[in-house]
DNA sequence: ACTTGACTTCGACATTACTTGAAGTTCTAG
DNA sequence: CTAGAACTTCAAGTAATGTCGAAGTCAAGT
């Protein structure tokens, strides 16, 4: 198994701790690709690999694969990307991870200060309010689509 | 609408920016509980709004209902938490939740980070790398078990 | 050239998290 | 007291994210 070598659909999902089904899902959703042999088995070019880590990575932060789908189509699908191209990725995906991040301190700070703020009605809870939670189901990935 | 009155299924759904269908279904899975009227129907106490919002921003992050419901248990489920109720709340979810950051940290890090490894081969880049992604399908929960 | 394990496709099934619709009941304003 | 909005339950449906099994093909070692 030279390093220079493709993967089989078993050897990927064997070192990305998946099932194969998963990479024949995600394929046949369009996030990764893969080339194929005469007989028509699946090779994948190594860089699946971190293809797929992030795409598991991603969605256990609570990203749909639709939205990980879009920010993935910055990077070449059958290569390994330029230094350029995993830049341009980097920067689009950016925002997106700040603002999950940020809902994810924003849930665990209301935690620790609404120790102390005693509310009895919601109402005058400014600590713990709906609102804050209800209104992002809008654009979504627009910082993906950037220019 | 006194402020010390109930809400109704109607009223608490308006408030939290979902559907009356969505507070059934949390009823029905064991998230939230209410009180009937002679007649049958619902009256939520206020307190609800404040846990709908927790399980929503939860949710957004990618923590399953039946995670969140384990954590829950720790509220009482029929009335507003007293001080120290919430504070043992707080401290049992908060390593789920840092750890939930440092995923979505690890994978940004790693990702402005991988713009200079220049990896051809990605046995060699420790930057991006499967294995910190496919671990984690553990206990989950066991932080909320505790005493 | 076999054999055997890994691969192929395809369709059905599973789970999570709800939504929708039907058929009937309750609450409240006038 | 009554009209109509809002509620009730229950069954079925939907979308996302896969898994499983069957029936057959490919590839690699001996």
Redesign the interface.
């Known amino acids: 198994m030279d390093?220079?070598e493709q993967l089989t659909v078993g050897e990927a999902a064997e070192?990305?701790?998946?099932r194969t089904s998963a990479l024949r899902f995600y394929e046949e959703r369009g996030l990764i690709t893969s080339a194929r042999t005469a007989g028509g088995q699946r090779r994948y070019a190594?860089?699946v690999?971190?293809r797929?880590?992030?795409i598991?990575?991603?969605?256990?932060?609570?990203?749909p694969l639709d939205e990980i789908k879009e920010g993935l189509r910055i990077l070449p699908a059958d290569r390994?990307p330029t230094?350029d191209e995993?830049?341009h990725?980097?920067k689009a995906?950016?925002p997106r991870?700040?603002e999950?991040?940020r809902?994810?301190?924003?849930?665990?700070d209301r935690?620790?200060l609404?120790?102390?703020c005693?509310c009895?009605?919601?109402?005058s809870?400014h600590v713990?309010?709906?609102?804050d939670?209800?209104?992002?189901q809008g654009p979504g990935a627009r910082y993906l689509a950037g220019p």
Chains 1, 2 share one sequence.
């Open positions: 390093l220079n070192r990305l701790g998946l190594r860089d690999l971190r797929v880590s992030f598991r990575a991603a969605q256990q932060v609570g990203l390994a230094k995993w830049e990725f980097a995906w950016r991870l700040d999950q991040i809902t994810l301190e924003g849930l665990r935690l620790a609404c120790i102390g005693g009895q009605t919601l109402d809870c713990f309010n709906p609102g939670v209800a209104g992002r």
